[in-house]
């Protein structure tokens, strides 16, 4: 059963740098031929893609969060991350990882497996 | 940027109602859509993907319709289970979500 769990930080101080990381268990992420990604979710609000990376390193980025964003991925630990910097107040979230679909092409993909969400709030 | 607008916001419903929540794109998207469910305090479950591909294990009272810029997620006997918040998500280029629709009692 393939099962994502975020860690990390529940609080950032604002401009500086939100750091997480998603545990992948249950398969392998250099062999499933996936894409991994991020989601995250303003209290009350909606959903918003952040950004998707494969084992070998190949990513994509919300072309709004693009200049502060990077992926990465350990596939020694079966591990993908997530930084942004620069923060602000307006991107406390609930921070998701999850496991791309299969049915896709291209730059975009629906979501199949989710991660329970971490909570990270920016404050001073 | 694909901007993504759910209608209703909220909707009423009751048990054994049918219930439609429509999903418009601001462009031609082809069928490059799926629908979440949510629940409060939970992550998001996908019920269908490219616009009507069951996600296996979803009860099939949840249908997806539509092509290009205006979709349908049809619940064909709402449940108890039911009442939650639907996201549409289009993927045809990069990924953006619509704001949502809560079905409530």
Do not use: H
């Amino acid at each position: 059963q393939l099962q994502l769990q975020e860690s990390g930080p529940g609080l950032v101080k604002p401009s500086e740098t939100l750091s997480l990381t998603c545990t992948v268990s249950g398969a392998s992420i250099s062999s499933s031929g996936y894409y991994w990604g991020w989601i995250r979710q303003p209290p009350g609000k909606g959903l918003e893609w952040i950004g998707s990376i494969y084992y070998s390193g190949s990513t994509y980025y919300n072309p709004s969060l693009k200049s502060r964003v990077t992926i990465s991925v350990d596939t020694s630990k079966n591990q993908f991350s997530l930084t942004l910097s620069s923060v602000t107040a307006t991107e406390t979230a609930v921070y998701y990882c999850a496991r791309r679909g299969g049915y896709c092409v291209g730059n975009g993909c629906y979501f199949d497996y989710w991660g329970q969400g971490t909570l990270v709030t920016v404050s001073s | 940027d694909i901007q993504m607008t759910q209608s209703p916001s909220t909707l009423s419903a009751s048990v054994g109602d049918r219930v439609t929540i429509t999903c418009r794109a601001s462009q031609s998207i082809n069928t490059w859509l799926a629908w979440y469910q949510q629940k409060p305090g939970k992550a998001p479950k996908l019920l269908i993907y490219r616009a009507s591909s069951l996600e296996s294990g979803v009860p099939s009272r949840f249908s997806g319709s539509g092509s290009g810029t205006e979709f349908t997620l049809t619940i064909s006997s709402l449940q108890p289970d039911d009442f939650a918040t639907y996201y549409c998500q289009q993927y045809n280029s990069y990924s953006s979500f619509g704001q949502g629709t809560k079905v409530e009692i």
